[in-house]
């Protein structure tokens, strides 16, 4: 029922900055909680960030992206963002948007909707 799509996706030298979004629609539950996931090459899909509907609400980050990662998100907009500051190298995968009805369904893996991906590549 929701459609995610994301954009934003690029080529950055180290230490640089992306910003993704996720625009979703098709939606009969509004008040999903959205997350970010990343693929690098050759390695499964891991979790990224996490906000709950509220715009100020709970937000959990994956320890490799703390302090460089900031998830947002207008609900007026039905749109997610991340804000990458600081990109590395290690950083490079497909990223993918996540809704689920929970924080913690999406942090597990367990969302009820994925984006198709945008590409983010780091270089050294």
């Known amino acids: 029922q929701v459609q995610l799509v994301e954009s934003g996706g690029g080529l950055v030298q180290a230490g640089g900055s992306l910003r993704l979004s996720c625009t979703a629609s098709?939606?009969?539950?509004?008040?999903?909680?959205m997350g970010w996931f990343r693929q690098a090459p050759g390695k499964e899909r891991e979790f990224v960030a996490v906000?709950?509907?509220?715009?100020?609400?709970?937000?959990y980050y994956a320890d490799p992206v703390k302090g460089r990662f900031t998830i947002s998100r207008d609900n007026a907009k039905n749109t997610l963002y991340l804000q990458m500051n600081n990109l590395k190298p290690e950083d490079t995968a497909i990223y993918y948007c996540?809704?689920?009805?929970?924080?913690?369904?999406?942090?597990?893996?367990?969302?009820?909707?994925w984006g198709q991906g945008t590409q983010v590549t780091v270089s050294s």
């Open positions: 098709g939606r009969t539950f509004s008040n999903y909680a």
């Open positions: 996540a809704a689920g009805s929970s924080s913690g369904a999406v942090v597990a893996g367990s969302p009820s909707s």
């Open positions: 906000i709950s509907y509220v715009n100020d609400g709970t937000i």
